[in-house]
Nanobody, 114 residues
């Protein structure tokens, strides 16, 4: 059983930056990434990264967010720059094994507000 612990969320003004981290309890070999869910909206994929560091981003965050991973630390990061009001959401870290089993973090709040 893999456990994922997110950190780095909080309150930031529009145009600001935050860096989310997600640490896994064991060695990870599959894809990792982030979903988010805003109030009264469906959960959406924000970004993902494979074990070979291939990345994928939602169109809404391209050019502003950067996902990366440190396999030695079993950790994935999401650097969020130029944050907008519409980025406000609960962000969920995920890890998907090669057998397509998905593990989720508990979620962390990101609030963009002036």
């Amino acid at each position: 059983q893999v456990q994922l612990v997110e950190s780095g969320g909080g309150l930031v003004q529009p145009g600001g930056s935050l860096r989310l981290s997600c640490a896994a309890s064991g060695s990870i070999f599959g894809a990792m990434g982030w979903y988010r869910q805003a109030p009264e909206k469906e959960r959406e994929l924000v970004a993902s990264i494979t074990s070979g560091s291939s990345t994928n981003y939602a169109d809404s965050v391209k050019g502003r967010f950067t996902i990366s991973r440190d396999n030695a630390k079993n950790t994935v990061y999401l650097q969020m720059n130029s944050l907008k009001l519409e980025d406000t959401a609960v962000y969920y870290c995920f890890y998907r094994t090669y057998r397509q089993v998905t593990y989720w973090g508990k979620g962390i709040m990101v609030t963009v507000s002036s």
